[in-house]
């Protein structure tokens, strides 16, 4: 592979906004993607897939090349050099790679590559976390964790069959297998932009990970019943219900930020969705309102999002353990008061896309030992880890709510 200047200067300019300026990696790419027009889709491919490399690698490639935050620019270079070198990538003879030492890369990378904080390029703090929670467990997680995530559509019965979005993109040259356990699901062989594709347009498919389309199956909503997704947000999780429930009944999509519900609303008028209300949750009336209402409600609580660091390796460097235990409190307080609108006899679903048990079954354990728990039983949970399934990690649990004497 021959390196192209402007696309490895883009790549230097899009580190120096993460590490430097602590701007969130997806929002730097996209404005870095609009830079020059020019640029095909191996470009962008080369620019995006290079900075979250480097980005899921920070703690390794620097201390491979012996630099310290903040990173100025001849240290950008070196970071970049070294993801270079360990992806045996020629270094061109430009004067920012001066004296780049690829023999003593190699001699360091092998080195290194018996600390696990190090090897695994995560900080201290969540290493020890990690095998508190987990563990020997942690060792093979955190290592499926830095591969890079497949690429996952979720076919909308709605508008289309698995198959006709199979031959649809196959006709553009995007060749996709389906996945089995995943009825709706598709897997892309090589990357690809889909959203640029008149199938997405037309709401045939939206893009969402194999484990996160358990959750909907998992709940099992029925066509007619009432169901509340109560941390809706841009509704990954509500546009996949409604499709399953064949546009009939009623989902409530829920959520404190309303510019999440727009986004959600734009989404369910792509994909033919007709059975979704939002609601903005402003005060605790909002949910008074709705006590004993719904057949199934769905909590997809806020988390720390361990469980998606393939998708997003920035969190490994912007996650704080006091961000960790506030937000465990507001999955409590979240549980609390969501489960009241259950109806006596309906369903409570509890989701995380995070690995720790701290967030997944001691919630559930602290909830079913509480006051408001006791009208639930435990049905069921789920633990899907990213080292078995190859994909994102979530954990769903179910509760029923009793029947009243
Ligand atoms: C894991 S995300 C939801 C993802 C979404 N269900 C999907 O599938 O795309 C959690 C959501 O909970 C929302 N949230 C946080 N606190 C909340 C609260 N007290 N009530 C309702 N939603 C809340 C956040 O704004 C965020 O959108």
Known sequence: MRLHRNLVFATIDSLHLIFNEGKQADKVMKNTLKRDKRWGSRDRGFIAETTYDIVRWKRLYAEIAEVKEPFDRPNLFRLFAV???????KIPDWKQFE???????????????????????????LDELGVKELGKKWDKEIKALN???????????????VTQVQNELSDQNIETEVLKGYPFALKLKERANVFGTEQFKNGWFEVQDASS????DFLNPKPGERIVDACA?????????????????????LDIYENKLNELKRRARRNGVHNIETRVIDTTKAIKKLVEKADKVLID????????????????????????????????EILQSYSRMVKPGGELVYATCSILPSENEAQVKTFLAS???????????????????????????????????
Not at 147 to 161: E, G, H, I, M, Y
Request: aromatic fraction near 8%; hydrophobic fraction near 35%.
């Open 83 to 89: 993801w270079a070198t360990l992806n045996g990538i």
């Open 99 to 125: 004296d780049t030492p690829t023999r003593r890369i190699k001699g360091r990378f092998d080195e290194l590559s018996n600390i696990r904080k190090i090897k695994e390029s995560i900080p201290d703090w």
């Open 147 to 161: 591969q890079l995530a497949d690429v996952v559509l979720r076919v909308n019965p709605l508008k289309a069959t």
């Open 213 to 216: 389309q358990k959750v909907a």
């Open 233 to 253: 947000g841009a509704g990954g999780k509500s546009l996949h219900i409604a499709s399953l429930m064949d546009n009939k009944g009623q989902v409530l999509a």
């Open 301 to 332: 609580a806020p988390c720390s999002g361990l469980g998606v660091l393939k998708r997003n390796p920035d969190a490994k460097w912007k996650l704080q353990p006091e961000f960790l235990e506030s937000i465990k409190n507001t999955q409590q």
């Open 371 to 405: 006051e408001e728990g006791k009208s639930f039983t435990f049905i069921k949970d789920d633990n899907i880890m990213p080292s078995s399934s190859g994909f994102d990690g979530f954990y769903m649990a179910k509760l029923q709510k009793k029947e009243k004497e």
